[in-house]
């Protein structure tokens, strides 16, 4: 039996997501290609807004998805602190992690293998991600990271006023000060410039 791809991956996890009615978004190297350049990854990252209760429901979908789940692993990421489960695929050599918050989703409508789905707003992109370079210690992480927020800059309309206030606010403006001064070509200073609606 052959193992199915990456993109079939993607592309059989969002058409069970969009029936299930949950509340998601994919982030990560995902959201990152979409709003930037596509660059390679071996897993998924997911985001489900939820509550622990709906956790049995989750894990149900999750399984109609080809994942390996249970409903006490989930449980198990949820009382961690850090929410994250890390899940095989059935039909494919790849993972997902699926992160659970009991926040509201900054999401935008897209398109992934032809579906409609939804990512990470760029601006809590740029953010999360600012957030995880401020800790990182893993010198090749970090560059992965750098680079993708360059990407999305360098791409992608943003509301700097916005961006520049959380950034501020998480602690985080010196380092997105810093990679806005490496976005030096004439592209990436009119896109930074527009904002959405502008």
């Known amino acids: 039996m052959s193992?199915?791809?990456?993109a079939g991956l993607v592309k059989r996890l969002v058409r069970v997501l969009n029936r299930s009615g949950l509340d998601y978004m994919l982030t990560g190297a995902l959201a990152a290609s979409y709003y930037g350049r596509p660059r390679t990854t071996l897993d998924a990252d997911i985001i489900i807004a939820t509550e622990e209760k709906d956790l049995t429901e989750i894990a149900r979908w999750l399984a109609k998805a080809g994942l390996k789940v249970n409903?006490?692993?989930?449980q198990a990421a949820w009382r961690s602190g850090y929410r994250i489960a890390t899940l095989e695929d059935e039909k494919s050599p790849h993972t997902?992690?699926?992160i659970f918050t009991?926040?509201?989703?900054?999401?935008?409508?897209g398109r992934v293998a032809g579906l409609r789905t939804y990512y990470e707003t760029p601006e809590s992109l740029i953010l999360s991600k600012l957030r995880m370079l401020k800790v990182t210690?893993?010198?090749e992480?970090?560059?992965t990271d750098r680079g993708d927020i360059k990407s999305i800059l360098e791409n992608t309309s943003i509301n700097m006023r916005s961006l520049r206030k959380r950034a501020k606010t998480q602690k985080t403006a010196r380092l997105l000060d810093d990679l806005l001064a490496s976005c030096v070509n004439s592209h990436s200073k009119s896109a930074l410039q527009r904002k959405p609606g502008s």
């Open 96 to 98: 997902v992690d699926v």
């Open 102 to 109: 009991n926040q509201r989703l900054e999401r935008s409508v």
């Open 71 to 74: 409903k006490e692993r989930l």
């Open 3 to 6: 193992l199915e791809s990456f």
């Open 137 to 139: 210690t893993q010198a």
């Open 141 to 143: 992480r970090a560059m």
